[in-house]
């Protein structure tokens, strides 16, 4: 898929729409969820133009890839959620239920966070 430069987290990159800043570098931008699903949520995307994972993992710099993982962990640290822990969660995709098209990492944390995914209804 090609990279949508009008969608919304590329506006918040550009400046166009304000963000709840949480950490910058030079490759990482993480802000606050809009509509957040947990205590602390929040979004963790590379600056580059990478769609999902699928593009990110074939195209990204080992310094693009690594900046990401390391700012994860930092920000964890940084809300003090390292223990007693926190999701991170990357929607890819149609099947993935991914509705913005710049990868992004959601960090969930602050209480209890339950089985991975919803188990199949039985038949
Ligand atoms: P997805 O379903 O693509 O994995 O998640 C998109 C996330 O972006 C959702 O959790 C949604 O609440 C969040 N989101 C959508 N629009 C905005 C926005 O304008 N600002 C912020 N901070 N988050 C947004």
Redesign the pocket.
Known sequence: MAYDRDN??A??LRGE?P??KVFEDDHVLA???????APH?V?VIPKGEYVSMDDFSAQASDAEIAAVIRALGHIARELGVAEPGYRI???CGSD??????HL?F?LFAGRPLGRMIKPPEKA
């Open positions: 919304i987290f506006k918040i729409i963000c709840a802000f606050e969820d809009i509509n957040p699903q949520h979004l969660l990357s929607n993935g239920h991914q509705e913005v098209p992004h959601h």
